[in-house]
């Protein structure tokens, strides 16, 4: 566990409505009001999400402190129907021994040694992206980094593209995002599950037609296995990982486990890795220098060749690239442990039942941590910058024992994809500001269309 020297001294925040509390403000711009608990306020400030009382964290040392000892001092939030019912028992859901085993089980299977196994799948795709597109034509940027960061996480995950599947699969995962996101700003978050909604009904629906194939290629694969024709483990793809797992006692995951554990790495695969790749568009549209830079790294390491996992630590703008871009625009913003009897942070005791809440949308955009914080700088990730980064300053993948298990297979997945992209393409966008719109992800509020030029 992380151990704070910074004092903990909670204070009132602004002042909510009966029942509802903050909901309302939250509801409306949760960016813009999470800014304001730490600029107004200070580093730890107490609100309540409706009828739940709340503590807001904004110093990278108590936020370090609360994420690493989540397992033992803080358990999982769960509130909201919505992403329950599509991740299930996931092991981000999971408690206690439950967690522990399917982390013991799923882990292995994001490992580097397996990430590097799937790189030449993510390069290929890629290629084949831009082996589509044509020089002036326009594109939405969103819904191109969509494709291909499904199709990887298809391959990948299933071993196959799924054909005709693959369309209805991407729609029903679009409408999940959209209506968790709006359960998290409405009233709606705290309905029991059986009161129906338009929404929940959408949701229901697309819940149905995941469960239907990804239940329909665990018996397939269980089913060869049976028969010995192709049997699990002699596939390197996720889901024949997951059926081949075994704990310590020599069980499997059950069916219903490998299909909450496949549904949440497809998730948070593709639509959190399009998202993240979204931005990088957009940032490097915006300033021609760090993009110049990036096109002279890849013609320097790669020599017009389609990049490899070898190539990965050679890229080291690249990685900041992608690392500054995930401090602006971080797709999971915003993260929450509830205070078990006895949890404190920095030696003070915090009630039970108390969520405490941090965001990396507002640390990673503190001044105190990095100087010019809307500003696009990758070289403050330079590896001799005077500019030192705290603990936890910068976690767009959480932290502790919960950190992302996909978190090396998405950075990897980035650099990857953006170098064999940029090796054809300059992404070029209208010169103007793209606010974010706030749901499960952080995406831009509009279709960012972008017209796509030769690269040099």
């Known amino acids: 566990m992380t151990t704070c020297s910074v004092p903990l001294t909670p204070v009132p925040g602004p002042r909510g409505l009966p029942v509802l509390g903050n909901l309302p403000e939250f509801g409306r711009d949760p960016l813009a009001f999470l800014t304001k608990l730490r600029d107004e306020y200070g580093d730890a400030v107490r609100w309540s999400l409706g009828p739940r009382r709340g503590l807001f964290l904004s110093h990278p040392q108590h936020i370090a402190e609360m994420l690493t000892s989540r397992e033992h001092a803080y358990e999982i939030l769960e509130i909201g129907w919505a992403f329950k019912r599509v991740v299930g028992q996931s092991v981000i859901m999971s408690k206690g021994d439950d967690w522990r085993r399917k982390r013991s089980l799923v882990q292995p299977t994001v490992r580097p040694r397996q990430v590097k196994a799937y790189a030449a799948t993510m390069v290929d795709c890629a290629r084949s992206a831009a082996g589509r597109w044509r020089e002036g034509e326009r594109i939405d940027v969103q819904r191109e980094m969509a494709l291909i960061t499904q199709r990887v996480v298809l391959r990948c995950l299933f071993g196959n593209d799924?054909?005709?599947?693959?369309r209805a699969l991407a729609g029903a995962m679009n409408v999940a995002e959209h209506v968790?996101?709006?359960?998290?700003?409405s009233m709606?978050?705290?309905?029991?599950?059986?009161?129906?909604?338009?929404?929940?009904?959408?949701?229901?629906?697309a819940v149905a037609t995941i469960d239907g194939e990804v239940h329909r290629l665990i018996r397939a694969r269980l089913r060869d296995a049976a028969g010995g024709a192709g049997a699990t483990e002699d596939r390197d793809d996720l889901l024949s990982?997951?059926?081949a797992a075994r704990d310590e006692d020599g069980r499997p995951l059950s069916?219903?486990?490998?299909r909450d554990e496949a549904v949440t790495l497809w998730a948070a695969g593709h639509e959190t890795t399009s998202t993240a790749l979204t931005w990088m568009w957009y940032l490097l549209s915006a300033h021609p220098a760090v993009?110049?830079?990036?096109?002279a790294e890849l013609g320097r390491v790669l020599g017009g060749r389609p990049p490899a996992i070898d190539d990965y630590e050679r890229l080291t703008w690249t990685q900041q690239i992608v690392k500054e871009s995930l401090r602006l625009y971080p797709p999971a913003w915003l993260l929450a442990g509830v205070a078990r009897e006895g949890a404190t942070l920095a030696g003070r005791r915090v009630p039970a039942r108390t969520i405490v809440w941090c965001s990396q949308w507002t640390t990673h955009r503190d001044p105190r941590w990095f100087p010019e914080p809307r500003a696009f700088r990758p070289e403050r990730w330079d590896a001799d910058s005077p500019e030192a980064v705290p603990d936890h300053a910068w976690y767009p993948f959480g932290g502790g024992q919960?950190?992302?298990?996909?978190?090396?297979?998405?950075?990897?997945?980035?650099?990857?994809?953006?170098?064999?992209?940029?090796?054809?393409?300059?992404l070029d966008l209208p010169a103007a500001e793209v606010t974010p719109r706030v749901g499960l992800l952080l995406q831009p509020s509009a279709p960012?269309?972008?017209?796509?030029r030769a690269a040099p």
Do not use: H, K, Y
């Open 180 to 185: 968790i996101g709006a359960e998290l700003r």
């Open 255 to 258: 069916p219903r486990e490998v």
């Open 162 to 166: 799924l054909g005709d599947a693959t």
């Open 241 to 243: 990982r997951l059926l």
């Open 291 to 295: 993009r110049d830079r990036f096109e």
């Open 188 to 205: 709606s978050l705290f309905m029991p599950g059986w009161v129906t909604t338009p929404a929940r009904q959408r949701l229901r629906a």
């Open 402 to 426: 919960r950190t992302c298990l996909g978190a090396r297979f998405a950075q990897v997945e980035a650099v990857l994809l953006l170098a064999t992209l940029a090796q054809r393409f300059r």
């Open 448 to 452: 960012l269309i972008a017209t796509l």
